[in-house]
Nanobody
Framework: QVQLVESGGGLVQPGGSLRLSCRAS????????MSWYRQAPGKEREWVAA????????NYAVSTKGRFTISRDNAKNTLYLQMNSLKPEDTAVYYC?????????????WGQGTQVTVSS
């Protein structure tokens, strides 16, 4: 079965950095575009970044450009999100995402999430 397990979240001060990891299993990881999403309290889930199958195509939400870097290691079946210059508004649960065959977000595969808290 498909499994996505996020790790690397935690409490960090504004301006600090974290690197999130998403370990994938149960599917051919290298055949999938992968994404990070996040959800803050009281807000809908928000797309953060996406990366193509070979890692050459990368896209970011405007709010994260210049601060976040998405990457992947297909040999390790792992997706990463390097987050620098963190702001309090980055506080959210961060989720790893793999697309479904249907193309509907509700049918996608999701991890359980990892909490990122940016606070002084």
């Amino acid at each position: 079965q498909v499994q996505l397990v996020e790790s690397g979240g935690g409490l960090v001060q504004p301006g600090g950095s974290l690197r999130l990891s998403c370990r994938a299993s149960g599917f051919t990881f290298s055949s999938y575009t992968m994404s990070w999403y996040r959800q803050a309290p009281g807000k809908e889930r928000e797309w953060v970044a996406a990366i193509g199958r070979a890692g050459s195509a990368r896209n970011y939400a405007v709010s994260t450009k210049g601060r976040f870097t998405i990457s992947r290691d297909n040999a390790k079946n792992t997706l990463y999100l390097q987050m620098n210059s963190l702001k309090p508004e980055d506080t959210a649960v961060y989720y790893c995402n793999a697309p479904s065959r249907s193309g509907d977000l509700q049918d996608d595969y999701w991890g359980q999430g990892t909490q990122v808290t940016v606070s002084s």
